[in-house]
Structure formats: C-alpha cells, structure tokens
C-alpha cells in the first residue's frame, strides 16, 4: 500500500540474511555458522519524502508497509516473513 501522499515511490530488492541465533562479536570464521537462511525483502522509499524539503531518510523509508518480505499466497498481499532458503548444512 502506498501512503496518503505519496508522490515518488522507489523499490529495490535485496538479499536478507536470517541469523540463525543471538549474534554477538562473532568472528568471520564463524560468521555463517550463525546464518540460518536467506530472503528477498523489497527495499521500498517514498523519494519525495526522504529527499525534497524535508530531507528525513526515516520518514522516506518508514512507512508501515515498506520493506515487505514473503508473500501471502492467496491474495498476493504482504504479511511479514513466511519462509526464507535454508543453508544446507553437512
């Protein structure tokens, strides 16, 4: 959904990783140790908001349906993380 005033609407995708546990101060060796998958999120902006006049990144990237991961299969809508790839692990 776009938000009441939008002008200049942007996406992008990008790669999520989905950490697998609490992650703290961990080594690079260890790294995708902590990794439990992988996702596609749908990097969305309002440009107009984040760059004309008011300059305010947050207010660019905020609004509360930017950013949706995972579709909802039997009306196509956003809900929020459904499943992500799973690293095969030997």
Not at 52 to 80: C, M, Y
Request: with cysteine; aromatic share 8%.
């Amino acid at each position: 959904m776009i938000p009441r005033g939008a002008k200049k609407v942007d996406w992008e995708v990008e790669l999520g990783v989905v950490i697998a546990s609490l992650t703290k101060y961990v080594t690079e060796t260890e790294a995708l140790s902590h990794v439990a998958g992988y996702c596609l999120i749908n990097d969305v902006s309002e440009r107009a908001f984040q760059l004309e006049g008011t300059e305010q990144w947050v207010k660019g990237k905020g609004a509360d349906t930017f950013g949706p991961i995972g579709l909802d299969g039997n009306r196509g809508r956003s809900t929020g993380f459904t499943g992500f790839a799973s690293l095969a692990r030997d």
